[in-house]
């Protein structure tokens, strides 16, 4: 894994705990957490929305976008978006969050549940990440050939699991 990887996960998880905010690890990074190989993009993390003011001053410095609404053809939530030294870190609200189910062609609210994330051991801390039904869940409402090798994995996870 890149260095930048654990340096900026290191940082932005002591700032969340700094200030008591629960949170999670989602998308990539997640699979990856749960035994995905694919090259790692960006760290996404959840947190409470109202909780987005809690850590402004800690991390004003590295902020790309936000935090504002969010809104493509696939999410409509909060964010903001962080380059630490060059890894980039995207924090979402959890709630009132919404990815587009292009099947059915409706809006789906994204299953962030914090008190059902499993903690995992990375880099020598501990960190919740989303777990693996809901994580699956949500990748296979995106498009891309990244969303159904994430979704093999969670599968097979989920799998060892039962």
Do not use: C
Not at 22 to 34: C, K, T
């Amino acid at each position: 894994m890149q260095p930048e990887l654990e340096t900026a996960l290191k940082w932005i998880v002591k700032i969340l705990n700094k200030h008591s905010i629960p949170f999670q690890i989602a998308g990539g990074f997640g699979v990856h957490l749960y035994g995905g190989r694919r090259p790692i993009n960006d760290i996404d993390i959840d947190i409470p929305n109202e909780k987005f003011q809690d850590i402004l001053p800690d991390i004003k410095s590295y902020i790309d976008f936000g935090p504002a609404r969010y809104q493509d053809k696939k999410w409509d939530l909060d964010l903001i978006t962080l380059d630490y030294h060059g890894q980039l870190i995207d924090i979402s609200g959890a709630y009132g969050a919404k990815i587009y189910d292009e099947e059915n062609n409706l809006w789906q609210p994204y299953p962030s549940q914090f008190d059902t994330a499993r903690q995992i051991d990375v880099f020598g801390i501990t960190v919740p990440v989303m777990n693996p039904e809901d994580l699956m869940g949500y990748k296979k409402l995106l498009n891309g050939e990244h969303q159904k090798e994430d979704i093999k994995v969670m599968e097979k996870y989920i799998l060892t699991l039962k």
